[in-house]
C-alpha cells in the first residue's frame, strides 16, 4: 500500500468513523436554543448551564438547601474513543455545579468512597474557619466510607469552585473539582440571557493508557473543558442578541489557559474575588484564566455562525500530542518509507507537511486513545481537539440548522483569477531573499 | 578430468579392493546398521548424491559422511590387517643342513641333514589366533564406534552450519534495521531537522552493523567448510544446501533414567572389552609359551666316517628365567589397564548422557520461551511500537529500536535452537552407543537479548 492508497483508506475510514462519532455525541445535530430557565426569587436571573455536566440537586430541609456529593471512583469518556479511570462527585467528572443563592443556608454532605482520606475545599466561598476544607487545618480528614456535613450560609455572591485539600495533588489531577455558583440576591447590571459554566482541567492520558497519571508536573497531553475534549465538548448554543455569560474555573495542575473567544469581544466582569468595577472593564477577546481562579466575562452574542473559543496554547488544542519525535517537516517521505517498511511494514512518515493532515489517517493507533485526531466540519475537517469547543449563535428560526449556514458570498474560497487580475495580485510573485 | 579420476578410483576399488573388504564390512556394519545408520559402503555411494541434493538436514548429513567418508573407509581398510591368519600363522618347519671334510687325508665328507619342527609354536597357534581375534573384535568395534563419530560430526558440523546461516539472516535484518535509521536520520539532516551529531550516532551503528555482518558471513563460509570435513565432500559435492535449523520438537524428552542403555549399546566399552580379552588371551598364550615356544621335534641323519646314521631330536626350553612370564605380565597389565580404562568410560557414558539430557532439556525450554514469550513480546513492542509512532507518541528511530529488540531476540532463538539441536543429537549418539565426544558442547548460552539503545538524540 502506497502513500496515496493510505491516505485514501484514511479519508473513508477514517472520516466514517469520526462522522460516525460526531453524530453519536450529538454534536452535528445541536440542540435548539431554548429559553434557559429562570431561577425563582432572583430577580429573574437564569439558571447555569454547564456543558456535559450537570446541576446538584437540592432538597429543601427546614429553609436549608441540603446537598448530597459522593466523592467515588468514576468511569469517564472524555470523547468518543477516549475513555479513563478517574475520581469525580456522584457518578460524574468533574462534579456537579452547584448553583444556590446569596443568603441561602446550605447544608452539604460529602460521603468518601474513594480509597483514601479527602475534604472538600469551597473555593473562594466566605464561610467559618471550619468548613474551609482544609485536612489537618480546619478538620480531620474524611475517612473512606464516611459522611462528613458541611454547612454554611452563603454570604457573598460570585463564581467559586469546590476540590478536594487532602492529597490535592492526586485528587485534583484525577478530576475531583467542580464549579460553585451564587448568585446574588439582587442582581445588578444587564440581565444576561444564557449563562454557562467551563471548568478547564488538564491531564496526562498516555495514548493506550485508561488512568490520568496523578503525578505529572508537565507534558499534559489532555486539555479539557468539563472534563471533555472537543469534538466530546457541547457546543454553547444561543440566540442571536443574547447576553451571554461565561464563567471560567481553572482547578489544572500546571497551567493557565488564555481562552479565546471568535468573533466577538467581551468584558471580564467578575473573578472569584468578587465583581470588576464597571469602570475597570474593558473589551477583550482573551481571558487568562490563572490555576486556581475563576474568571466571568459577559458580551452580546451578535454575530451569527459557529463561532470557535479555545484556549490560545496550542498545545493545548491538540489530544494526546507527542512531543518525542524528530522534527519531519521537509522531509522526503521517499527517502524514508522504502527503508523502514522493509523491517517495519506498516510504517509511514508523518509530518513531513505538518501536522494538520494527521488527523484524517486511519492507522492503527493505541487503543483508547485519540491523538491527534481530527472531526468533521462542514468544510472538512477541524484538526483542534482538547480544550475546544463552539459557540453557536443562530437567529430564531433556524435552531435545528447543524451547521451554520453562511450567507452567500461570506465564505473565504479559491481566489478568482479575474479578480485577482483586477486587483493586481500574483500569486506567483518572488521575493528578495532576506 | 576429476569426474574420470573419481570414476577410476571407484573402478580400483570396486574391482581390487572391494572384494578383499569385505570380510570387514561385513563384520563392521551390523552393530551400525542396528542403529538406524546406513551400512559403510565398499565403494562411495551414489545414495549420497540422491542425499545432496535435497536440503540438508543433520541426519542427513550423518548418512552422507558414512556413504562417502574417505577416512572411515581407511579404517575400515586398515582392520584387513588384523586378520587372525595374518597376524599369527602356522610354524614352518627348520631344515638343517652340514657338510664337513678334514683339511688333511682323504676321507669322505660328513653331511648332517637336520629337519625339526617347532611343535610348541603349532599347539599354541590357536590360542594366539583367539588373542587375535579378540584384538580384530576389537578394531571392529572401534571402527564402529568411529563410524558412529563420524556420523555425530557430521550432524554437528551441519547443525552449526544451519545456525552460521540463520544468524547471517538476523545480522542482516539487523544490517538493514539500522540502514532504515540512518536513511532518516540523512533526510532529517538534509533537511536541517537533525545534528551532524545524531547523524554521526547512526552512521557508526550502520559501519558496526556491516562489520557484523562480515563476521556472521565468514562463520557462516567456515561452518560450510567444517561440514565439507566432516562429510568428506569435495568439488561438486558442496553445491549442497541446508536446510533450516529445526524447530522445537513438540514432546519434551524423557526424563527417564536410559543411562544404562547408552552403556550398554556403548560401542567404545565394548571394544575395550574385546581389547580386554584379547590381552587375557595373549597373557594365557605367553604363559604356556614358556614352556612350550621351543619345544620342537626333528629327525637328523649323518654320515660320519662313511657311516650313515639316523636319529631323532626334541628341543626344549627350559622355563627358569624367562618363560614367557614377563609378556604374559605385560599382556595382564594391559588387560587391568582396559579394565579400568572401561569402567572410566562407562562412567564417562554416564555423565554425558546426564549433560546431554539436562542440556537439552534446558535448551528446549529456553527455545520455548523465546518462540511462545519473547518473540511475541517484542513482536508485540513492535506492534504498539508502530502504533505509538503512528500517534506520534515515539519517533522513528524508537520504532527501529523495537524492531532491532525482535531482531535480537530472534538471534537469541538461533542460539537457543542451536544449543537444542546439539544437545539432542549428542543424546541420540551417546543413547546408539557413541563415545562422548569432545567439542560438540554447547556454544555459549544464548544471552538476553538487551533493550534497543534510545533514539539516538533525533528527538
Given at each position: ?13 477514517g472520516?466514517t ?16 436554543p ?6 425563582p426569587?432572583?430577580?429573574?436571573q ?5 456543558p ?5 440537586p437540592w ?5 436549608v ?9 468514576v468511569?469517564?469518556?472524555f470523547?468518543?474513543?477516549l475513555?479513563a479511570?478517574v ?5 460524574q ?13 446550605v ?5 468518601n ?15 467559618p ?6 485536612a489537618?487545618?480546619n478538620?480531620r480528614?474524611i ?11 452563603l454570604?457573598?455572591p ?6 478536594p ?10 478530576g ?8 446574588p440576591?439582587r ?9 454557562f459554566?467551563l471548568?478547564t ?10 488512568r ?9 497531553n489532555?486539555l ?7 469534538p466530546g ?36 466582569t ?7 468595577p464597571r469602570g ?5 477577546t482573551?481571558?487568562?484564566?490563572p490555576v486556581g ?10 454575530m ?14 491538540m ?6 519525535g524528530p522534527v ?19 510504517y509511514?512518515?508523518?509530518?513531513h507537511?505538518?501536522?494538520?493532515a ?15 485526531r ?13 480544550m ?24 473565504a ?7 485577482l487580475e ?13 | 578430468?576429476?569426474?574420470?579420476r573419481?570414476a577410476?578410483?571407484a573402478?580400483?576399488?570396486t574391482?581390487?579392493?572391494a572384494?578383499?573388504l ?33 536440503p540438508?538436514t543433520?541426519?542427513a548429513?550423518?548418512?552422507v ?6 577416512a ?9 590387517a588384523l ?6 600363522a602356522w610354524?614352518?618347519p ?5 657338510l664337513s671334510?678334514?683339511?688333511s687325508?682323504?676321507?669322505?665328507p660328513?653331511?648332517?641333514?637336520a ?20 584384538a ?30 540463520a544468524?547471517?539472516?538476523?545480522q542482516?535484518e ?14 532529517l539532516r ?19 552493523a556491516r ?5 556472521a558471513?565468514a ?6 567448510e ?14 549442497w544446501?541446508a536446510?533450516?535449523?529445526a ?11 536410559r ?5 550398554r ?6 571394544a ?5 580379552q ?15 615356544d621351543d ?8 654320515r ?7 636319529g ?33 568410560a562407562?562412567?564417562d557414558?554416564?555423565?554425558?548422557f ?8 534446558s ?6 520461551h ?16 508502530l ?9 522513528v ?10 531482531t ?12 537444542m539441536g546439539?544437545?539432542?543429537a ?13 567439542g560438540?558442547a554447547?556454544p ?8 534497543a ?5 533525533h528527538g
Amino acid at each position: 500500500m502506497n502513500r496515496r492508497d493510505f491516505m485514501h483508506l484514511g479519508a473513508l475510514a477514517g472520516g466514517t468513523l469520526v462522522a460516525g462519532r460526531a453524530l453519536g455525541e450529538g454534536l452535528a445535530d445541536a440542540p435548539p436554543p431554548d429559553p434557559a430557565r429562570v431561577l425563582p426569587g432572583t430577580g429573574g436571573q437564569v439558571a447555569v448551564h454547564t456543558p456535559n455536566g450537570s446541576t446538584l440537586p437540592w432538597r429543601i430541609v427546614d429553609g436549608v438547601k441540603v446537598g448530597h456529593l459522593v466523592a467515588m471512583p468514576v468511569q469517564h469518556t472524555f470523547t468518543a474513543g477516549l475513555e479513563a479511570e478517574v475520581w469525580g462527585y456522584n457518578g460524574q467528572c468533574h462534579g456537579p455545579t452547584i448553583e444556590a443563592v446569596e443568603g441561602d443556608r446550605v447544608r452539604l454532605y460529602v460521603t468518601n468512597r474513594l480509597p483514601e482520606p479527602t475534604t472538600v475545599h469551597w473555593h473562594g466561598v466566605i464561610l467559618p474557619n471550619g468548613m474551609d476544607g482544609v485536612a489537618g487545618l480546619n478538620q480531620r480528614a474524611i475517612p473512606p466510607g464516611e459522611t462528613f456535613c458541611y454547612e454554611f450560609p452563603l454570604v457573598k455572591p460570585g463564581t467559586f469552585m469546590y476540590h478536594p485539600h487532602a492529597d490535592e495533588m492526586t485528587q485534583m489531577a484525577l478530576g475531583l473539582v467542580g464549579m460553585f455558583i451564587i448568585h446574588p440576591r439582587r442582581p445588578t447590571g444587564p440581565r444576561v440571557q444564557r449563562d454557562f459554566a467551563l471548568m478547564t482541567h488538564e491531564w496526562k492520558l498516555q495514548p493506550g493508557a485508561r488512568r490520568p497519571d496523578p503525578g505529572a508536573m508537565s507534558d499534559f497531553n489532555l486539555l479539557t473543558f468539563n472534563a471533555r475534549a472537543y469534538p466530546g465538548t457541547e457546543p454553547l448554543v444561543v440566540r442571536r442578541g443574547d447576553r451571554v455569560r461565561l464563567r471560567f474555573g481553572n482547578l489544572s495542575a500546571m497551567d493557565h489557559h488564555p481562552i479565546h473567544l471568535h468573533g466577538h469581544a467581551f468584558e471580564l466582569t467578575a473573578t472569584d474575588g468578587g465583581d470588576v468595577p464597571r469602570g475597570a472593564r474593558y473589551p477583550e477577546t482573551t481571558v487568562l484564566v490563572p490555576v486556581g481562579a475563576t474568571r466571568v466575562v459577559e458580551f452580546i452574542a451578535d454575530m451569527p455562525g459557529d463561532w470557535a473559543m479555545h484556549c490560545h496554547m496550542t498545545h493545548h488544542v491538540m489530544t494526546q500530542m507527542g512531543h518525542d519525535g524528530p522534527v519531519l517537516i521537509g522531509a522526503d517521505p521517499a527517502r524514508i518509507d522504502p527503508r523502514v517498511q522493509a523491517v517495519v511494514p506498516g510504517y509511514m512518515t508523518m509530518g513531513h507537511d505538518g501536522m494538520g493532515a494527521m488527523g484524517e489517517m486511519a492507522m492503527p493507533f493505541p487503543e483508547n486513545s485519540q491523538p491527534m485526531r481530527a472531526s468533521p466540519g462542514p468544510f472538512g475537517p477541524i484538526d483542534m481537539g482538547g480544550m475546544f469547543t463552539l459557540l453557536k449563535v443562530r437567529d430564531a428560526g433556524t435552531e435545528g440548522d447543524a451547521w451554520y449556514r453562511h450567507p452567500n458570498g461570506t465564505v473565504a474560497e479559491r481566489a478568482d483569477p479575474a479578480r485577482l487580475e483586477a486587483d493586481g495580485v500574483d500569486p506567483d510573485v518572488a521575493f528578495p531573499k532576506a | 578430468m576429476s569426474t574420470l579420476r573419481l570414476a577410476l578410483a571407484a573402478t580400483l576399488l570396486t574391482a581390487c579392493g572391494a572384494p578383499s573388504l569385505r570380510p570387514e564390512l561385513d563384520a563392521v556394519n551390523p552393530p551400525i546398521a542396528r542403529r538406524g545408520l546406513p551400512p559403510l559402503p565398499a565403494a562411495p555411494d551414489p545414495a549420497a548424491s540422491a542425499l545432496l541434493a535435497e536440503p540438508l538436514t543433520p541426519e542427513a548429513a550423518a548418512r552422507v559422511a558414512l556413504l562417502r567418508h574417505g577416512a572411515l573407509a581407511a579404517e575400515v581398510a586398515e582392520l584387513a590387517a588384523l586378520r587372525p591368519d595374518r597376524q599369527v600363522a602356522w610354524p614352518d618347519p627348520h631344515l638343517e643342513a652340514g657338510l664337513s671334510k678334514a683339511l688333511s687325508g682323504d676321507e669322505a665328507p660328513d653331511v648332517e641333514i637336520a629337519v625339526e619342527y617347532p611343535i610348541g609354536r603349532a599347539a599354541l597357534l590357536q590360542m594366539r589366533r583367539s588373542a587375535a581375534r579378540q584384538a580384530q573384535a576389537a578394531a571392529r568395534w572401534r571402527v564402529a564406534d568411529a563410524a558412529l563419530a563420524t556420523a555425530q560430526r557430521a550432524r554437528v558440523a551441519l547443525l552449526h552450519s544451519q545456525a552460521a546461516e540463520a544468524r547471517l539472516a538476523v545480522q542482516i535484518e539487523g544490517l538493514k534495521g539500522v540502514q532504515a535509521a540512518y536513511a532518516v536520520a540523512l533526510e532529517l539532516r538534509r533537511v536541517g531537522n537533525t545534528t551532524a551529531l545524531a547523524l554521526a550516532r547512526e552512521r557508526a551503528a550502520v559501519a558496526e552493523a556491516r562489520l557484523a555482518v562480515a563476521q556472521a558471513e565468514a562463520q557462516a563460509l567456515s561452518a560450510r567448510e567444517a561440514v565439507h570435513r566432516a562429510l568428506g565432500l569435495a568439488g561438486a559435492a558442496t553445491t549442497w544446501r541446508a536446510a533450516p535449523l529445526a524447530g522445537v520438537p513438540a514432546a519434551e524428552p524423557g526424563t527417564d533414567d536410559r543411562e544404562g542403555q547408552a552403556v550398554r549399546h556403548s560401542l567404545a566399552l565394548q571394544a575395550l572389552d574385546a581389547q580386554a580379552q584379547a590381552e587375557a588371551d595373549r597373557a594365557g598364550a605367553a604363559e604356556a609359551g614358556g614352556w612350550l615356544d621351543d619345544l620342537a621335534v626333528g629327525v637328523r641323519t649323518e654320515r660320519r666316517e662313511g657311516t650313515w646314521e639316523l636319529g631323532a631330536m626334541v628341543g626344549l626350553a627350559l622355563p627358569l628365567f624367562d618363560g614367557g612370564r614377563g609378556e604374559g605380565a605385560q599382556a595382564e597389565a594391559r588387560g587391568a589397564g582396559l579394565r579400568l580404562r572401561a569402567e572410566a568410560a562407562a562412567v564417562d557414558v554416564r555423565s554425558a548422557f546426564r549433560d546431554a539430557r539436562d542440556r537439552l532439556l534446558s535448551a528446549r525450554r529456553q527455545a520455548l520461551h523465546l518462540r511462545d514469550a519473547v518473540i511475541p513480546a517484542r513482536e508485540a513492542v513492535l506492534a504498539e511500537s508502530l502504533r505509538a509512532c503512528n500517534a506520534m507518541q515515539i519517533s522513528v528511530f524508537q520504532l527501529l529500536a523495537a524492531q532491532r529488540d525482535l531482531t535480537a531476540a530472534r538471534g537469541a532463538d538461533v542460539d537457543a535452537r542451536l544449543a537444542m539441536g546439539l544437545a539432542q543429537a549428542t543424546l541420540h549418539h551417546l543413547l546408539m552407543g557413541g563415545a562422548p565426544m569432545e567439542g560438540a558442547a554447547l556454544p555459549a548460552a544464548p544471552q538476553a537479548p538487551a533493550a534497543a539503545a534510545d533514539d539516538g538524540g533525533h528527538g
